[in-house]
């Protein structure tokens, strides 16, 4: 099946500094690609769509400066949290979809374990 | 806006048992996607089953079931012969289209040996 890949798994950054998380798409393209970010015990939030090409969308409440993402190819999208604070630790997970048919599966990365200390 | 609620925060079962979670959705839309995920502690996200809202019949896959209400509105899912690495966390989610998954709060499932 289709393989996405996070990396890195896990990271620790001191506050102040940024983080950048990449999701791969290893054997199909994708023009769109999803962050999620969850805490510890909860569901899944979308943070934001990833557009190939185009600026990403952010759901209500996300902050756009503060959560860069980047799409510069139809392989790889990048999360950066800028000027990371402890109330930005949290596991992020990104998936994609195979584009064409609207049945097919989203598959998930890994996920990343995001520590500011 | 679409919402999926699972009100079963924790479920246990006994090991060859069989154990039902449950899902509920909202939605005006006639046609969508319906899936069940499961997290187990390594947190990578695995596809249980899908569920196209066009098709009466019921999704199967091996041990596992769904039991799809579309005028109700439910979703759940019906594993068998459960296993001890069944225990995972098992989210419920829809999406409409080629729009994003909107996930339920999650069900903790632990299986008794």
């Known amino acids: 099946g289709a393989v996405v890949s996070q990396h890195p798994s896990w990271v620790i950054c001191k506050s102040g500094t940024s983080v950048k998380i990449e999701c791969r798409s290893l054997?199909?393209?994708?023009?769109?690609m999803f962050w999620y970010r969850q805490f510890p015990k909860q569901s899944l939030m979308l943070m934001a769509t990833?557009?190939?090409?185009?600026?990403?969308?952010?759901e209500q409440g996300v902050e756009k400066d503060k959560f860069l993402i980047n799409h510069a190819s139809l392989t790889l999208s990048t999360l950066t949290v800028t000027s990371a604070h402890p109330e930005d630790s949290s596991f992020y997970i990104c998936?994609?979809?195979?584009?064409?048919?609207?049945?097919?599966?989203?598959?998930f990365g890994q996920g990343t374990r995001l520590t500011v200390v | 806006a679409q919402t999926v609620t699972q009100s079963q925060p924790e479920m246990s079962v006994q090991e060859a048992e069989t154990v039902t979670l449950s899902c509920t959705y909202d939605?005006?839309?006639?046609?969508?996607?319906l899936f069940w995920y499961k997290q187990p502690p390594s947190r990578q996200m695995i596809l249980v089953i899908r569920?196209?809202?066009?098709?009466?019949q019921n999704a199967t896959e091996n041990r596992f079931s769904v039991n799809f209400q579309k005028a109700a509105k439910s979703f759940s899912l019906k594993i068998s012969d459960s296993q001890l690495g069944d225990a995972a966390m098992y989210f419920c989610?829809?999406?409409?289209?080629?729009?994003?998954?909107?996930f339920g709060q999650g069900t903790r499932l632990t299986i008794n040996p």
């Open positions: 998936s994609a979809r195979p584009p064409g048919l609207t049945n097919t599966e989203a598959f």
């Open positions: 054997d199909f393209q994708a023009t769109t």
């Open positions: 990833s557009n190939e090409g185009s600026k990403a969308t952010y």
């Open positions: 939605t005006s839309e006639s046609d969508y996607y």
């Open positions: 569920q196209e809202a066009y098709k009466q």
């Open positions: 989610a829809y999406r409409l289209g080629a729009q994003k998954l909107v």
